[in-house]
């Protein structure tokens, strides 16, 4: 009756049917598992009015809790006679909770551990991982207080603690994620206000930077091809796919099909999951021999680029493993962040081969400033080049 369409804009849109006529619905940018549970949804409701049967608990709990600009779309397609006195958009009563800790096991450890893997709405195994982490530390600390009452002191109390113990950058990372948390528990009207917003909106708790120089690292294509050299055909696309196209490793590469290469074009098309978009990336020469090596071995009926990663939580782990083993054995430097530093590496070439900045930041998914803090690199070349120059060649002014 309905179906899913992604664009290539990254946003989601869905066609269905109703009394013999076809209508759209833009969903918009959502993961694909809300998109599949709305369309269930629909699906089920139109289903119900043409048999003009009861609606279920579970679909009148879906129109209850529904947004009003969502039920006025809805009620433009089947009528308000279908939906009056079930979607009213009346503030749902406040929940009562005892503490902090019971509002993060009801409404995000379960949410994150039931959360779906899918090309177009991806929930990385490293994210959730990291949510959850951050969850259980503010449970330990905030795990018996009343939601209510935890104000700004208890969080600056608790970034003081970590302070103490973790990196500057791991402080922030916790502090961000608990601040979605507290929203989170906003929107659902669990507590009034969120303790990190002041009422004029302002934020009232500084959060450290999560810039770490001493995890950037620009990887010379030499080095690159030092660990080509001892790779397996599979892994060594798995690293020029990083190095030299700028995928996420495994988030990106791991989804990748066949079908989203053009031979022709030199193009491949890339599911970026962390913002939810597709995008057409072009092939450098090395990408291609590599990926046309591994499709002559590859099985003719194979759909997954990598199948062995392909919806495997654990893929991270094991790339990661194995190409720090490689560079051990190899007697190699092992960098910080080894995919993420490949990855920046190409974006410092790119712009220093005179690629525009907006060009190479859409290429590889980020914006200007996540470019600037956590990607671009001053090289050794350029060191050696401004140690070398005559400042008589400045241009007057």
């Not at 409701?45 to 709990?61: A, G, K, V």
């Not at 999951?273 to 021999?289: E, W």
């Not at 690629?355 to 350029?382: G, N, R």
Request: charge should be positive; hydrophobic fraction near 35%; charged fraction near 25%.
């Amino acid at each position: 009756m309905a179906s899913l369409q992604i664009q290539s804009n990254g946003r989601t849109r869905l066609q269905f049917l109703y009394q013999g006529k076809r209508s759209t619905w833009r969903i918009g940018q959502v993961t694909h598992r809300m998109a599949t549970q709305f369309k269930s949804n629909l699906e089920e409701l139109l289903i119900s009015i043409e048999h003009q049967e009861p609606l279920s608990r579970q679909l009148t709990s879906w129109l209850k809790g529904m947004a009003k600009v969502t039920r006025d779309r809805l009620v433009k397609i089947v009528g308000s006679e279908h939906v009056e006195g079930v979607s009213e958009a009346t503030q749902a009563p406040r929940m009562r909770l005892k503490s902090f800790g019971e509002f993060v096991v009801t409404n995000y450890y379960q949410r994150r551990e039931n959360a779906t893997d899918d090309r177009s709405g991806y929930v990385a195994e490293s994210t959730r991982k990291n949510v959850i982490l951050t969850s259980k530390a503010a449970v330990e600390h905030f795990g018996n207080i009343p939601l209510q009452s935890i104000n700004t002191g208890h969080i600056d109390l608790w970034k003081n603690e970590l302070m103490e113990t973790r990196t500057k950058a791991t402080v922030a990372g916790y502090l961000k994620k608990f601040k979605r948390l507290m929203s989170l528990a906003k929107r659902h009207k669990y507590i009034d206000r969120n303790p990190f917003i002041d009422d004029e909106g302002k934020l009232q708790i500084k959060i450290p930077s999560q810039i770490n120089e001493d995890r950037k690292c620009y990887v010379p294509p030499d080095q690159v091809q030092q660990l080509l050299d001892v790779c397996t055909t599979s892994l060594k696309a798995v690293v020029v796919l990083s190095r030299y196209c700028g995928l996420r490793v495994p988030s990106e590469v791991s989804t990748l099909k066949w079908a989203d290469i053009d031979w022709h074009k030199r193009t491949l098309k890339a599911y970026r999951q962390k913002n939810n978009r597709v995008s057409i990336q072009p092939l450098l020469p090395i990408v291609f021999d590599h990926l046309r090596a591994l499709w002559e071995t590859s099985p003719s009926q194979e759909e997954f680029i990598f199948p062995n990663y392909a919806k495997n939580p654990n893929a991270a782990k094991a790339i990661g493993q194995t190409l720090r083993r490689i560079l051990i054995a190899n007697n190699q430097e092992v960098w910080p962040k080894i995919t993420n530093n490949l990855r920046a590496s190409l974006s410092t070439d790119l712009k220093n081969q005179g690629f525009p900045a907006k060009a190479v930041d859409q290429w590889l998914d980020h914006s200007e400033k996540v470019a600037s803090d956590h990607y671009d690199i001053i090289t050794t070349a350029e060191f050696t080049k401004a140690i070398s120059l005559d400042v008589n060649s400045f241009n007057q002014i």
